[in-house]
């Protein structure tokens, strides 16, 4: 009884471990089953370097370039946002604040976290697309810029809440080390307490940017869903995940059209895996 | 302990709910005796019109089965033309080649109009732009003009704003304001009618497109050669930017395909058409 | 001639409400070694943190009284505390290398004061390994992590990056305490090398290492001191019966 006992434990336990594989196994099975015959009626290279996305249009044309760069462009702009503010906030909390203002921020920004994208995305365009139009004279508020404020806010949370934590495990030790040797707090900072967090510290930012990139209703309410290459950062623009989410729920099942939604959502998986690699690599060479 | 007591309490209510719903409407489906079966193909347009009134009418007739599938306008009157369906749903009329062909294999296509489509051109109050010609509006969208002053309007430049390419509303201007050319690629893409809407509203230089049922007294609709978007110049057929859609019949309804579009012509079934988003057809 | 370096007038510290060194009068002579010595809790290394204001990093902590290093308080509200740090060096318990290069730990003092010059920043490596007697083990491996670096010679790269600051004194606060009996011994003997050029002060709960390489003793004792002397007097004749008995283990 006791064995079986034993066996049974095991047994959950390794397919609890399991699970997450094979999901990860099947979402990749799908997608590139339900990806991959797009490439049968499209080249692939019409897919990676022609900027025209017109699905369902006369003359069909599924160049996904504009949708690239549409990710790319304000997945960027949120972390050129949200990483410094970011950070500071995790140094603040960390290094700065008194225990009673951690205690006030910590939580507030907590709540940051926890609020829906949608309603990040009616704040960027019920309030914040209008606020840009009147005060910098833009000609239209959905475009990269609100985009990034929106996402780069939403990422802020993220980025601080892992990067704090990754200071405060920086040893006492080494701060002391630094003060002794005749530095302010400020030096101690910059020289001592980030660099020695930096493997946390980059990781938080990779995190954010998973976030950003992946993030669908806050660009679909905000980026513009312009599919082009953009010139500004006032130019709208039509993310990878626009145009799957949007587009999916009109699209006739097992036309090209619905597979080509797939091959975007593989395009989407490779940008995050190279990003995770590369993070891995570039980390685990700096800790060696 | 406690919660167990509201969750009980809380299932028992459900159930109770349940219990009535059933019977209601129990009591409504015992007052008909129509039978039968109507299977229709086309159009992804009228679809919600079809499902919607399909779903009612199923409701009322508990033995009629409805079957709905898309396909496309060509699709529907294909179908006719091949009587597998009694019904062809169509966002356009049948073409003179259709016509004469279904007319070649002793088929006889009648056209029952069951809603109409409009979609007015929106900009902001603050334009001073009245009237734009269907080929300004394809000029705009194309990307020749980018300013309201080479068309008389404001020194302001132009903001296109469109709604996403898979949205039904997008199609009929593609199809019927845009005579199929492509909208240049800067043009913004907005999900709903709604954020068309706001959209336009916020912004001083935009032109966007919007259903006649959702425009507001915060943005203005222009006419359109000449013409303004008014239900009443949609029905009368003055108003360019607006179609009729159809269900194609093999000859005059009859029997219960006869019923159940007349359903869809009553007063509760152009209710339905309204709620989809749709014009009456009187 | 010993002169007096370091002075303490009525130096009184708390933590909070907890009283921790009682009005202190102390002295720090040039170019010497001075041990603090004392049970744990007895403040010693309190007292050392005192030196070079690192008791101000602790939000709790309240100081009275004045510590005159050459006539000057440190604790006047004009002093500046990175000169006072820069002037008082401290070597902690635990080895504590930044996760840089070698070089660049001990060049870190200077980097922050703004000295970019190369010709500077080399010699200035070179003479303070070489005088923390670990320049011929890592004169090859400059450029490589100090994480590297064995517990002793980590801890000797600390005393040279304190040493590149050209302290007037040096703080030890148990310096050996994490390190093996080899190790200890190289740096006892280091610091009687180093005291023609700074004066040390060595907090110890290994009373032999005192006597080993300090010239004066000072025994602390829940918040006093108790005992302060030449170390080779209190070592022998000690004049308080608690010193006595510190220093023959009936307590510690």
Redo the contacts between chains.
């Keep these: 009884m006791k064995v079986f006992k034993e066996i049974l434990f095991k047994a959950v336990t390794y397919f609890a471990a399991i699970f997450s594989i094979l999901a990860l196994f099947g979402i990749i099975l799908t997608l590139f089953m339900e990806g991959i015959p797009m490439f049968q009626e499209v080249s692939l290279r019409e897919f990676l370097f022609s900027s025209a996305w017109y699905p369902t249009n006369e003359h069909q044309s599924f160049g996904a370039l504009a949708l690239f760069f549409g990710s790319l462009a304000v997945t960027i702009g949120a972390l050129v946002i949200a990483v410094p503010i970011g950070l500071g906030t995790a140094v603040y909390i960390s290094e700065i604040a008194?225990s009673r203002t951690k205690e006030i921020i910590k939580p507030m920004i907590e709540l940051l976290a926890g609020i829906p994208s949608v309603v990040y995305g009616l704040f960027g365009m019920a309030f914040l697309a209008p606020f840009l139009i009147r005060n910098i004279g833009i000609d239209s508020g959905l475009n990269i810029f609100t985009a990034s404020i929106v996402l780069g806010i939403m990422i802020i949370p993220i980025i601080s809440s892992m990067s704090e934590d990754a200071l405060s495990t920086v040893?006492r030790?080494?701060?002391?080390?630094?003060?002794?040797?005749?530095?302010?707090r400020w030096?101690t900072i910059t020289?001592?307490v980030i660099?020695?967090a930096k493997t946390g510290i980059i990781g938080s930012f990779v995190l954010g940017f998973g976030r950003a990139i992946g993030e669908t209703m806050v660009v679909i309410m905000v980026a513009g869903g312009a599919a082009q290459i953009p010139s500004s950062v006032f130019d709208p623009v039509r993310p990878l995940t626009t145009s799957i989410a949007v587009e999916m729920a009109e699209t006739v099942l097992g036309s090209i059209h619905f597979h080509s939604l797939f091959a975007l959502a593989i395009m989407l998986f490779i940008i995050t895996f190279i990003t995770n690699l590369f993070t891995e690599l570039f980390l685990f060479k700096k800790v060696k | 302990m406690k919660l167990t007591k509201v969750i009980l309490a809380l299932v028992a209510i459900l159930a109770i709910a349940m219990f009535v719903g059933c019977n209601n409407q129990n009591q409504e489906q015992t007052g008909s005796t129509l039978e039968g079966k109507i299977t229709m193909s086309g159009s992804t347009t009228v679809l919600p019109i079809a499902q919607a009134c399909a779903e009612e009418f199923m409701n009322q007739n508990p033995k009629v089965n409805i079957s709905v599938r898309g396909g496309g306008s060509s699709i529907g009157i294909k179908d006719i033309m091949a009587g597998t369906v009694e019904i062809g749903n169509a966002s356009r009329d049948a073409k003179g080649k259709e016509i004469n062909k279904a007319k070649e294999s002793g088929i006889d296509l009648y056209q029952n109009v069951v809603a109409n489509d409009g979609i007015a051109i929106i900009v902001n109050p603050k334009n001073t732009i009245t009237n734009l010609t269907l080929e300004q509006i394809q000029a705009i969208y194309t990307g020749k003009y980018t300013n309201w002053n080479e068309l008389g309007g404001p020194d302001m430049n132009i903001v296109l704003i469109s709604r996403d390419t898979s949205s039904g509303t997008y199609e009929v201007f593609y199809e019927i304001a845009m005579k199929k050319q492509n909208i240049v690629q800067n043009c913004i893409m907005v999900a709903s009618n709604n954020a068309a809407v706001t959209s336009v509203k916020d912004t001083p230089g935009a032109i966007s497109y919007a259903g006649l049922g959702y425009l507001s007294s915060s943005v203005k609709p222009v006419q359109v050669n000449g013409v303004d978007p008014t239900m009443a110049n949609v029905l009368s057929g003055k108003y360019a930017v607006a179609r009729k859609l159809n269900m194609y019949t093999n000859g005059a309804p009859q029997g219960i395909t006869k019923t159940f579009i007349d359903f869809i012509l009553s007063d509760e079934g152009q209710k339905i058409v309204e709620k989809q988003g749709f014009i009456k057809v009187k | 001639m010993v002169k007096e370096l370091i002075k303490t007038k009525n130096l009184k510290l708390w933590f909070t409400d907890n009283y921790v060194l009682h009005d202190l009068d102390f002295t720090v002579y040039e170019k010497k070694i001075t041990a603090l010595i004392g049970p744990s809790g007895c403040g010693k290394s309190t007292l050392l943190r005192s030196f070079?204001r690192?008791n101000d990093?602790i939000?709790e902590c309240k100081i009275e009284g004045e510590i005159l290093l050459e006539g000057q308080n440190i604790y006047d509200s004009k002093a500046d505390v990175?000169?006072?740090?820069?002037k008082i060096?401290?070597v902690?318990q635990?080895p504590?290398?930044?996760?840089?290069t070698i070089y660049n730990n001990v060049a870190?003092?200077l980097?922050?004061?703004g000295e970019k010059r190369k010709s500077v920043l080399d010699d200035v490596v070179e003479k303070s390994l070489r005088d923390a007697w670990i320049w011929d083990e890592v004169k090859d491996r400059l450029h490589t992590s100090a994480l590297s670096l064995s517990g002793g010679q980590q801890q000797r790269m600390?005393i040279a990056?304190?040493l590149a600051?050209q302290p007037k004194v040096l703080l030890l606060d148990e310096p050996t305490s994490a390190l093996d009996p080899k190790s200890t011994a190289k740096i006892e003997e280091l610091c009687i090398d180093l005291k023609d050029k700074v004066t040390i002060l060595i907090v110890t709960h290994n009373i032999a290492q005192a006597g080993r390489i300090s010239d004066y003793t000072t025994f602390m004792y829940l918040g006093d001191i108790i005992e302060f002397g030449e170390t080779k007097r209190v070592f022998t004749v000690p004049k308080d019966k608690r010193t006595e008995d510190y220093l023959t283990g009936v307590f510690g």
């Design positions: 008194g040893p030790a080494l701060r002391e080390a630094s003060y002794g040797l005749g530095a302010t030096e020289r001592v660099p020695s | 070079n690192m990093l939000p990175t000169d006072v740090r820069t060096g401290m902690f635990r504590n290398p930044f996760p840089k870190y003092g980097q922050i004061r600390c990056r304190a600051n």
